[in-house]
């Protein structure tokens, strides 16, 4: 899959948000769905993961178990914010998309422990 284009980005302690630019020419939006093209949810989860890999976690993580609120489609030419937020105590990873003040999905993963 492919990873959207960061135009900005801001780290803290255990917190990491990105701006992000979402073409209309992804790959990921062909087929999903022809004529009203919106971003498959496996594809918005994959992000999280390969983001929270590179920037909070260090390793690729392992997902338990995931809980998720799709609340609004996300479409070709978004500009998004994505929020990431990771409990380590709990094995958590927390994240939000957001359009504006617009919540577009959200969601906790639970992830394997890390030895």
């Excluded at 630019?21 to 022809?34: K, M, N, Y």
């Excluded at 989860?45 to 178990?65: C, K, N, T, Y």
């Amino acid at each position: 899959m492919t990873l959207p284009k960061v135009l900005t980005s801001r780290f803290g302690d255990d917190l990491a948000t990105f701006e992000l630019s979402i073409p209309d020419d992804l790959e990921e939006f062909s087929g999903h769905f022809p004529g009203a093209p919106i971003l498959p949810g496996v594809v918005q989860i994959d992000w999280v993961m390969r983001f929270a890999s590179q920037h909070l976690i260090g390793i690729e993580p392992v997902a338990r178990d995931f809980q998720v609120k799709f609340r609004n489609p996300i479409q070709p030419n978004s500009i998004l914010t994505l929020d990431l937020k990771i409990d380590r105590a709990k094995a958590r990873l927390y994240f939000e998309y957001r359009s504006g003040e617009r919540t577009m999905s959200s969601g906790r993963i639970a992830l394997e422990p890390v030895s």
